[in-house]
């Protein structure tokens, strides 16, 4: 029977390991630290500009509630309803085009046709801003190229609308909607299709009864995420369509600005808030869907 250690020789044993545990926590914290700096104080600080009013004689700071009734009233609510109807239509449009098109890159046996797509969809994805609306304004605008020829102008097109917000929306949501739904089409076994078929069902069958329902947390995820983009982007609206279509995007700059009213820098940081509330509810809904979805097609 081997005897037990002495406690002089134990408490070594325990130091050591918890020298060597340290390391692991110490890198986290740079972490840590970056997203406290980068996330948290602008949090806080869009938290307490969104409930505090300055008194214009005095200067004093005292906090209130009114700057959230004020983002909820008017023309911020007009803006905010706006941002979340241009998201919620362009999101499915972009979702429903996405998905045929992730679908046939999978089924393709061409390798060089889908690592050609997936990479436009990644540089697509992420392209937006000035350069995007410029580019729809030189082509579809009211003296773009397309627009010229066609004749579209005489036809009642026009880009700086609702609709044509929608349209240049789908330019980099359908590529991320590829992205988005393409691992979970890889993920569809080969053998749920063939025992389906082999049980006498069609091929539509087997997309209504197997592949939609493996595939609906993902499809409902790559949607949140694509409200979600939608829902946060300003610089293409502000620059093709200024104060045309109402969103709360713009109201938060013009406020900030004092393009239409001087002091509305607390309203714009209660609009601010509320946007981040619509995020967070967004996130919410995302990331029990992607779990299940993942527990799904790695079983």
Do not use: C
Not at 128 to 140: D, E, I, K, N, Y
Not at 194 to 206: C, F
Not at 233 to 256: K, N, W
């Amino acid at each position: 029977m081997t005897a037990a250690l002495p406690r002089a020789d134990v408490a070594p044993v325990a130091s050591q390991k918890r020298r060597r545990r340290a390391p692991g926590w110490l890198a986290v914290l740079p972490l840590l630290v970056f997203t406290a700096v980068a996330f948290g104080l602008p949090a806080l600080a869009i938290v307490n500009g969104a409930f505090s009013a300055d008194d214009a004689t005095t200067g004093a700071t005292t906090y209130t509630g009114a700057n959230m009734t004020a983002s909820l009233q008017g023309p911020y609510l007009t803006a905010l309803l706006g941002s979340v109807k241009l998201s919620a239509i362009s999101a499915a449009l972009g979702a429903l085009l996405g998905l045929p098109l992730a679908q046939a890159v999978v089924g393709s046996r061409s390798r060089r046709l889908r690592e050609a797509v997936l990479t436009a969809s990644g540089v697509l994805a992420n392209f937006g801003g000035v350069p995007l609306a410029f580019a729809f304004v030189a082509t579809l605008g009211n003296a773009g190229v397309l627009t010229v020829h066609l004749g579209l102008k005489g036809a009642g097109w026009d880009l700086y609308s609702f609709w044509g917000l929608v349209l240049v929306y789908l330019y980099f949501l359908i590529p991320l909607m590829v992205l988005t739904i393409t691992p979970a089409l890889d993920g569809l076994r080969a053998q749920w299709r063939e025992a389906a078929l082999n049980n006498g069902a069609t091929g539509v069958q087997y997309w209504r009864h197997v592949a939609l329902p493996v595939l609906a947390p993902s499809l409902l995820g790559g949607l949140v995420l694509l409200f979600g983009s939608a829902f946060a982007a300003y610089a293409t609206a502000a620059a093709m369509v200024g104060s045309a279509v109402p969103l709360v995007t713009l109201q938060i700059a013009d406020a900030l600005s004092g393009n239409v009213l001087v002091g509305q820098e607390n309203v714009a940081l209660a609009l601010s808030l509320d946007m981040v509330l619509v995020a967070g509810l967004v996130m919410a809904v995302y990331l029990p869907l992607q779990r299940r979805s993942a527990r799904w097609l790695d079983a």
